[in-house]
C-alpha cells in the first residue's frame, strides 16, 4: 500500500473468478506480479497496472472465451519499462535478473515462484512485453 501511494500507481481490477487454489499461494503471485509493476515502472510516469480475467474453453491462451468454461484466463497488464521479448522464458527462471542489482532491488526469485506455483495448480503462465511498453502476464488456470 505505501510504495502504491509513493508512486501515485492506479491499480484497476476487473472481475476476478473463483479458482480452487491455496488462497495463501495465489495471493503470493498476484502480489509479486503486482509489486514487479510498481517496481519496474517508467520514471516520470504512475504506474498503472490492469487485472482482469475470462472464462475459456479449453487450456490454450489461444482458446476462445466460453462464459462457462472449465478455464480462466487471468490478465495482469502494466505501463512500466518492459523488456525484450527474447528474455519471456528467462524471467521465469530462478535467479534470473535483467537489470543490474544497483538499478531494481530483488532478488530474482518472485517470478520463479510464481510459475512454480501456478504449475502447481495445473496452470499455465506466460509474459508479453516490449522494452518501454510495459509487460503482460497471462495465467491460465483451471476454474473448477
Known amino acids: 500500500e505505501l510504495l ?7 491499480i484497476e481490477v476487473g472481475d476476478l473468478p473463483v479458482v480452487n487454489a491455496n ?8 502480489q509479486n506480479l503486482l ?3 510498481l ?9 498503472r497496472v490492469t487485472i482482469d480475467s475470462i472464462c475459456i474453453a479449453d487450456r490454450s491462451f489461444d482458446s476462445p472465451p466460453a462464459p462457462e468454461g472449465p478455464y480462466v484466463l487471468i490478465t495482469i497488464k502494466d505501463n512500466g519499462i518492459g ?4 528474455f519471456r522464458e528467462d524471467i521465469f527462471s530462478l535467479f534470473q535478473r535483467l537489470h543490474a542489482k544497483d538499478s531494481y ?6 517470478l520463479a515462484v510464481t510459475r512454480r506455483i ?10 508479453r512485453s516490449s522494452p518501454g ?3 503482460t502476464f497471462l495465467i491460465l488456470l483451471p476454474s473448477r
Open 23 to 30: 488462497r495463501g499461494q495465489i495471493r503470493q503471485v498476484f
Open 133 to 135: 511498453q510495459g509487460a
Open 35 to 37: 509489486s514487479n509493476g
Open 4 to 10: 502504491i501511494r509513493e508512486k501515485r500507481a492506479v
Open 83 to 86: 523488456f525484450d521479448e527474447k
Open 118 to 127: 501456478i504449475e502447481k495448480h495445473k496452470g499455465l503462465i506466460k509474459a
Open 39 to 47: 517496481k519496474f515502472s517508467r520514471p516520470g510516469y504512475p504506474p
Open 105 to 110: 532491488e530483488g532478488t530474482g526469485i518472485g
